[in-house]
């Protein structure tokens, strides 16, 4: 006599099953605690926009965090207008603009090093339990910062603080050395079809 061919419903069930007994394995393995640390990267967009979302999911558990952006800064945008309302929020906006607007390299090897020492300070805080360095991997591109001492921060700070690095072009040494990398790939963007940067979008 043959076996009943299992329904579509239960053969679902098995999988599922077969998946959640994986999972919890990985789960129960998974029983180390300390900061980690995140780098976005990529020309996609996203990249810092994944790593605001971090920061409100931060203040949700009542996380302190700071923040350095070390590229933008010629305009405004609706995050830190949002976030500076926030007075667990220490927030820093350091650049002087994108490098082909400000066209001056000494200046923005300035602006760079000005920033690293905020985000020192930061990364020597216990205190802060996560802190993004938002476009610090284009002035490692430029090397406007050096990597290793870079790395070295990361390296010696508190042992519970997550930290999130965001921008295109990261080095090498940094996806090797972080815990999570994430790489925003473009499929299409509305600026490639003469669309401007929008508000609640990119601003």
């Known amino acids: 006599m043959t076996e009943p061919i299992p329904s579509a419903d239960e053969r679902h069930r098995v999988r599922t099953q077969r998946h959640k007994e994986v999972v919890d394995a990985k789960i129960a393995r998974a029983t180390e605690k300390r900061g980690v640390v995140l780098v976005h990267t990529g020309n996609g967009k996203g990249k810092s926009t994944a790593a605001f979302g971090m920061i409100a999911r931060a203040l949700g558990h009542g996380m302190r965090v700071g923040v350095v952006q070390f590229i933008k800064g010629s305009f405004s945008t609706g995050e830190e207008t949002f976030f500076r309302r926030f007075p667990e929020i220490e927030y820093h906006v350091m650049g002087d603009g994108f490098t082909w607007e400000t066209q001056n390299k000494q200046r923005d090897i300035a602006s760079a090093q000005a920033a690293w020492e905020v985000a020192c300070a930061m990364l020597r805080n216990p205190d802060i339990a996560l802190v993004v360095l938002d476009e610090i991997n284009i002035a490692l591109k430029y090397h406007y910062l050096e990597v290793e001492q870079v790395l070295e921060a ?4 508190p042992a519970m603080q997550h ?3 965001t921008g295109r072009a990261a080095p090498d040494a940094l996806i090797e ?7 925003m790939r473009m499929l299409k963007h509305a600026f ?3 669309i401007s940067a929008q508000e609640g979008i990119e601003l």
């Open 154 to 157: 990361l390296r010696s700070r």
């Open 177 to 183: 050395f972080a815990d999570t990398v994430t790489e």
């Open 163 to 165: 930290v999130v690095l």
């Open 192 to 194: 490639a079809a003469g």
